[in-house]
């Protein structure tokens, strides 16, 4: 095997080329090439650190706005009153473990005719929001 390859080239001894020789060789040879994939490695790099700063301002941004958002007064900005509005009768799933209360069977058997389903409870219609002034039936009145 001391017959050389093309891509192996061999000294005017005859002597096989040492490994660093063959690697400073091939390096010379593939030097654009090299600088291309390293220049695109950097550029990528540099796109994924723009971005994660982007991304951790963006969130803290987002931090802001959900508080101001759940308190007005501490964004400086006055409370703006609720809308008066209805909330129909609806049921709602409990909780694994959790049962509705007796009143509440009661309520939905009154309500519907029919017993309440296992793991529901029955949330009769109200109103929210405004000034009670502002609205006078109840929500089981309008519907009716």
Do not use: C
């Amino acid at each position: 095997m001391t017959e050389s390859t093309p891509s192996e080239p061999t000294p005017e001894e005859g002597e096989p080329t040492s490994f660093a020789e063959t690697a400073k060789n091939w390096v010379k040879k593939h030097k654009t090439k090299i600088g291309a994939v390293v220049g695109l490695a950097v550029v990528g790099l540099a796109v994924v650190g723009v971005a994660a700063r982007l991304a951790e301002g963006q969130a803290d941004e987002d931090t802001e706005d959900t508080e101001s958002a759940l308190d007005p007064e501490a964004a400086g900005q006055p409370r703006e009153p609720t809308v008066l509005h209805a909330v129909i009768d609806h049921l709602r799933t409990l909780p694994d473990g959790q049962n509705a209360s007796e009143e509440r069977r009661a309520a939905y058997k009154d309500a519907t005719g029919e017993d309440l389903p296992a793991g529901q409870t029955y949330v009769s219609g109200t109103s929210r929001g405004g000034s009670s002034d502002e609205y006078e039936e109840t929500p089981g009145e309008a519907a009716a």
